[in-house]
């Protein structure tokens, strides 16, 4: 059966069940049908002196063609925590329309760790994203109207830096002409797209505590300059308030469950390789008021999605994890050891040149603090003398090591690693910390970064990057910490250099200021804020019948 034959023949519980698991009642939820629901701002006052349970961080080495099934663990985790009958919740974040219809394909879970609706929630969902875009693009209509209307601020058009979005993978877009035609269709300049789930505006979604801190940070969003290189900001135009209340429902958390029943907040998308990859902040640690253990996860490898999850996310909500489970897969090691087509043949020399990947992800990981456990998320090809020797590699760097069976089983396959868990939160507690200072000067941060995190000699940042650091730093934001873009499948900036590579050069060709969102956006390599479809995109296989049954969605 497939992912979405399994979605489809779940037993789904009605939303007010799910709810009244984790103690909200049906007047805390705003019901989108049968199954999803926003959870209301309500909950918010009633739960703020609960005790905050544990959080555990789900991340993965870096990901390869053949899949690593990060958020399938990250499900079949907190099942298998709910099979031990411990009270445990899912904090996730939505899936973008882009990668559905693209290559990567969906964001939630897979086999029989799934979260349901499937097909509702890799399909616009409660609308949030679709939310973010119409705000993102309200405040460039805004700045387009402000200057053909006899610009008052003086706004320079050569100056704006915020983007229009959309979510979806269209390289088109990417650089674009806007005003052509005739002068009624405003000032001639050029601009671009990016991806919806990259914006500043989701960002923010992601990491606004409430509507009002909400509409505060879309107020502080950096838009351009003036002719006499004045700062412009989202407030100078006005734009907060509306834009805020197009975010009114979007702000709120989404409830879902998994197969099992087992309750999910699935909240906020951005990307982890062009934005800082959490879920919000709001879902976070709302369900860490409701359940004793949280499991979340941040996007893509541990080099990128983790490593903002600590540095960015829990510095601004002020949490910190318990512990981290990172995902890998026998195929994964294979394939960063040079074995590209022949993933399921037995071939340790491969696995242990590819364990290079692992152990590094293991250093790094263990440089914030945090209790490590590695999981290899299990593949009826893999062999008994290829688990071994994982355990072995992973005994040698000190982490604990169990085999997840999640995507066959359900929880039922995760029971090894949720007791695993439970032991590290029980005997082994976390001293967290981050891997830089805010005091420290934004070039430091992104050296940091590179040189501890991915392994680089040095980091060469280009001419046009150091005067943006200058501006940036002279209108007094290189306190904010470092978001950085980087290809997702190498610890470089070249996605072709698989392990773990050393010796090499990052580098970093632009620097943009997220003030509203509160970091700074460090852009290496070749990495595009707008992705581009494959040859073959996921979206022909996608169709519906006559009776609205989806089919060919993974």
């Not at 990259?198 to 838009?223: F, P």
């Not at 805020?244 to 029943?261: F, H, S």
């Not at 293991?362 to 290829?386: M, S, Y």
């Not at 995760?414 to 200072?437: T, W």
């Amino acid at each position: 059966m497939s992912d979405l034959d399994i979605a489809q023949a779940a037993t789904m519980l009605p939303i007010t069940d799910i709810a009244a698991k984790i103690g909200i009642a049906a007047e805390d939820i705003e019901q989108y049908g049968k199954y999803k629901a926003k959870i209301a701002n309500s909950i918010y006052n009633k739960v703020k002196d609960n005790q905050n349970g544990k959080l555990i961080l789900v991340t993965a080495t870096n990901p390869t063609p053949a899949g690593e099934g990060k958020t399938t663990i990250t499900v079949g985790l907190g099942q298998a925590l709910s099979k031990l009958g411990k009270n445990a919740i899912i904090a996730l974040r939505e899936p973008s329309l882009g990668p559905c219809f693209g290559i990567k394909g969906g964001a939630a879970g897979g086999g029989y760790s799934q979260v349901v609706p499937m097909e509702d929630i890799n399909l616009h969902f409660t609308g949030d994203i679709h939310a973010v875009g119409a705000c993102n693009n309200l405040l460039c209509a805004m700045i387009d109207n402000h200057i053909h209307q006899g610009n008052e601020l003086g706004i320079d058009p050569a100056t704006i830096t915020f983007k229009r979005c959309v979510d979806l993978n269209d390289r088109v877009l990417r650089e674009i002409i806007v005003g052509l035609n005739s002068q009624a269709n405003g000032v001639i300049r050029q601009d671009g797209f990016m991806i919806t789930v990259a914006s500043e505006v989701m960002a923010i979604l992601c990491l606004a505590n409430d509507l009002e801190d909400l509409k505060t940070k879309l107020g502080n969003i950096m838009i351009g300059y003036t002719y006499d290189k004045k700062p412009i900001y989202a407030k100078n135009l006005k734009a907060q308030g509306a834009m805020a209340t197009l975010l009114k429902d979007a702000i709120n958390p989404n409830l879902v469950q998994t197969l099992e029943n087992t309750p999910v907040l699935m909240h906020g998308g951005p990307f982890a390789n062009i934005a800082h990859g959490c879920n919000s902040i709001r879902a976070t640690t709302l369900a860490m008021k409701l359940c004793d253990i949280t499991v979340t996860e941040a996007g893509f490898g541990a080099d990128l999605g983790a490593e903002k999850f600590m540095d960015i996310k829990c510095r601004q909500a002020n949490i910190a994890p318990d512990a981290v489970v990172l995902v890998t897969t026998i195929r994964a090691l294979k394939y960063n050891g040079g074995v590209k087509k022949d993933l399921t043949t037995e071939n340790l020399n491969a696995l242990h040149k590819g364990s290079e990947n692992l152990k590094r992800h293991i250093h790094n990981l263990k440089q914030f603090g945090v209790p490590v456990i590695v999981t290899l998320n299990a593949f009826v090809t893999d062999t008994a003398a290829e688990i071994d020797a994982v355990e072995e590699i992973c005994k040698t760097q000190n982490a604990k090591f169990c085999v997840s069976k999640v995507w066959e089983l359900g929880g039922e396959g995760g029971l090894d690693l949720a007791n695993a868990v439970v032991d590290v939160l029980e005997n082994e507690p976390a001293d967290f910390r981050f891997l830089y200072d805010d005091s420290t000067s934004i070039i430091d941060k992104i050296t940091k970064i590179a040189t501890n995190i991915y392994g680089a000699s040095a980091v060469k940042i280009d001419s046009s990057a150091k005067k943006e650091i200058a501006k940036i730093e002279e209108l007094g934001f290189s306190h904010l910490p470092v978001c950085i873009a980087k290809n997702q499948y190498s610890f470089s900036d070249n996605a072709k250099s698989l392990g773990a590579p050393t010796e090499f050069i990052t580098t970093v060709k632009e620097i943009r200021l997220s003030a509203g969102a509160g970091f700074v956006v460090a852009l290496t390599g070749n990495v595009m804020t707008m992705p581009g479809l494959p040859k073959i995109p996921s979206a022909e296989k996608i169709d519906i019948d006559k009776n609205g049954v989806v089919t060919g969605l993974f």
